[in-house]
Structures are given as C-alpha cells and as structure tokens.
C-alpha cells in the first residue's frame, strides 16, 4: 500500500509517497515533475524495501522558501533521512533527481549506500542550455508550468511513445499539479548546477548508470561518460525510451 506523508523540517515542508517495509530506497523526480512519476513502481515495491519518492522542494506538495540550488534539494532529502531515522540509503534520481542524488554524495557521502543515476549527466549547462532554462523560466512567468512541459515534451518522450501518446498524456497530468514558483526556482537550480565531473572517482558505492536509448536530452553518451568515471558503475541502456525512461 502507497502512502502520503507531510513534515516541517527546517522551516520546509516536505511531502513523499511511501511503501513497503525494509531497506530505504529514495528516488527523486525529474523536472518539471513531482513524485507520482514514480507511482507504478511503488505498486510493485520488492519485499525488504522501503520506497520513498519525495516532491523536491515547490514541487508537487512540498512547500518551502524558494531552493535556488541542488544542494537546497539535497539538504531536503538529508533532512527526510534524519527524519526517518535512516544511517543511509539507496539514492536514486531522474533527470533533475540524478543531479540532486550526486548532490547528496558530494556533501554527505557516508550516507548513500548505493546510487542510481538515470538519464541524467555530470556536466553542467553549456551555454545554450542556460540561455534555453532562462527562456523557460520566461515561459513560466508568462503562461504557467503547463506550457514549460508542452516546450519540453518533444525532447521528454522518445519515438516509440509519441506514437501512442500515453506517456506524454502522463506527463501533462503530473506537471499540471505544479506551481509557476517551484518550476522558476527549478530551472535556476538546473542552470547553476555544478560540475559533477570532478568528484565522479571518489563515489566508492555501487552505483547504476540508466539511460533511455532515445534519450534527447541526457543521451547514452552522458550516461558513458558517468559511468566511465565511477569505479565499478553499470550502464544499462534501455530499448525504445526516451528522457523518461522510467515512463
């Protein structure tokens, strides 16, 4: 059974969806989504494991003063662990999630007892993909978080789901529960994430590498790269998926 749960840490309030019972596995969400992404799995939670899937700050039913940076978010995620009582766990992310998930093991490395990194990459934003986020940011002042998903959405979804429509249909339903505010603040943290490059060779625990195959966005070759720099990282490349490979 999938529940809700809500808790002030720090001033934040911070929302996630849980199930089963066991070892802690925390998977973060991509942009610009929140924590239903993940809703099939907790369905099918393996005996033994606690799936937690947090909305990141302003995101989804999380509320707090604005987080500018994916450090905010992995304090958040630090802070739920403290909460739940948890040395360490399973750190996975998506996207944006996979960003905040080599955000917790730079800062608090003791406490990942292993990674998943899934369609996500070490490099910062070039450039052109700075100057794409302020755009979209525009986007969301203008016309809401609803139409940065539509501008998105042909880079989200791979071939094989765009021709049935599903996936995407998915993604409108649980961008639309965001706020203009989270998105904005969203975008400034994906800007101005860090290089992760550097600190790749001092993740010492297990770690898998996931890619959609079709992946616009973060493709195999970021997944490589990733995977090149982490002693002892798998890659798995999944067939037919695009930047939401989990969808």
């Not at 700075?130 to 940065?148: F, H, M, S, Y």
């Not at 998915?170 to 969203?186: F, H, P, T, W, Y």
């Not at 975008?187 to 996931?210: H, N, Q, S, Y």
Request: charged share 20%; proline share 6%; hydrophobic share 45%.
């Amino acid at each position: 059974m999938t529940t809700r749960h809500t808790v002030e840490m720090g001033g934040q309030t911070i929302s996630w969806l849980q199930s089963g019972r066991g070892r802690t596995l925390i998977l973060l969400h991509g942009f610009p989504l929140h924590a239903a992404m993940w809703e099939a799995l907790h369905a099918t939670t393996p005996h033994g494991w606690t799936l937690i899937t947090p909305d990141l700050r302003n995101f989804g039913e999380s509320r707090g003063t604005p987080a500018l940076s994916v450090d905010d978010h992995a304090a958040d995620v630090l802070s739920l662990l403290r909460h739940l009582g948890c040395e360490d766990a399973a750190i996975g992310g998506l996207s944006m999630g996979g960003y905040v998930a080599l955000a917790v093991h730079r800062v608090a490395p003791q406490r990942c007892r292993a990674l998943v990194l899934a369609d996500t990459r070490a490099e910062p934003d070039a450039d052109e993909a700075k100057a794409n986020r302020v755009r979209l940011q525009a986007t969301a002042r203008e016309r809401g978080p609803d139409a940065v998903l539509e501008a998105m959405l042909p880079k989200l979804v791979g071939p094989a789901a765009q021709a049935s429509g599903s996936v995407a249909e998915q993604l409108k339903a649980i961008a639309s529960a965001n706020r203009a505010e989270g998105v904005i603040d969203g975008l400034e943290a994906l800007k101005t994430r860090p290089d992760a490059r550097p600190g790749l060779a001092a993740i010492t625990c297990p770690t898998l590498v996931m890619v959609g195959a079709d992946d616009a966005l973060t493709p195999p070759s970021a997944a490589e790269t990733l995977r090149d720099g982490i002693a002892g990282a798998q890659l798995v490349v999944i067939p037919d998926a695009g930047h939401m490979s989990n969808l």
